[in-house]
């Protein structure tokens, strides 16, 4: 259960009394919302005192009266305005009238309960304050992080491609001045690392997508009943050139089909980037093993390689966005750091889990188990 700090400000103590008792026990539930809302109750008599109150400690909800001693309530207002403080106030007073009313919310009041009133009434309106306090804290949160994630996006974004950009343009530079000759042939490599940086940056623009609405929840699921094998035997031919290229072997054990309900387009990332890092992340003349199977009511996906492996710190962080492995044996690897944070949050869609295991110089494996109902 959420507590609320709510500060009852009024000079009249029975006004204060009977507030507290009418919110002592009350809580407030809303269906959107696993935990139900209290409220810790404290009182001052004045605006001063009630000043000095927010000073020592965060109050969630004002119950502001505006005929005080001193300041009144529509001077508190304005000071709690200008110095920015989160809070929700509602002004209670006897002496309702519309201009007042403008005048608070306009000070910054959520709403305006006359008294006398009762029990209901004032529940009600607590009921009402709530909602807007946790929808408007819950707004102010999604949209700094929102600001974090979109930073965070591009400047991983400018800082991946400025280096293949700049040197796609360097080679362009060297053919169209012809630095090395007439002859095409000359300017193979350079066309052909070109090619490969292209490769790269795609790979990174079509991560960032994938991320993006996986997090947004916009991703349209397409699930269907589908053949694990398929897909995975997809994957393997998919990178049998980068396998060919580095002399790894990948070793398949499949049966002849295993059915589940999911969506191909998530399988297939899920076994890409599995089969893409352990050709990749391998050493020449390697090995990988490919194991797919169902036992009892649980599907095993299991691919271990005979790579370069994964320090333990570097384990703890593994899953983490625009996490990239960077040292003297990756340096030369290209990779957005993304695809095995999409890789867990697909499987995590699924209700799975993925465990890692991994040994320097020796190898990593992964294991991720999908339940066949989910």
Known sequence: ????KTLIVDDEPGIRSGISRILRNHSVSFPFIEDDFNFELLEAETAERALEILNETNIDIILLDNKLPGME????LKIISEQKIDVAVMMITSHASLDLAIKA??????NFVPKPFTPVELRAAMES???HLYLKRMTKQLNEQGKQIRFQFLSVLS???KSPINAIEGYLRIMKEKQVGENIDNYKSMIDRSMERIKGMRSLIMDMLDLTKIESGKKTQNLQKIDLVEIAQMTIDTMSPLAIQKNVKVNPDFPDKLPYYADASEMEIVFNNLISNAVKYNKDDGKVDFIIR???DMIEIIVEDTGIGISEEDQQKLFQEFMRIKNQKTQQISGSGLGLSILKKIVEMYKGTIQVKSKEDVGTRFDITLPLVY
Do not use: V, W
Request: charged content about 20%.
């Open 294 to 296: 169902q036992k009892n």
């Open 159 to 161: 800082h991946e491609l």
């Open 129 to 131: 304050i709530t909602k």
């Open 1 to 4: 259960m959420a507590t609320l």
């Open 105 to 110: 919310t306009r000070s910054g009041a959520y």
């Open 73 to 76: 309530g529509i001077e508190f």
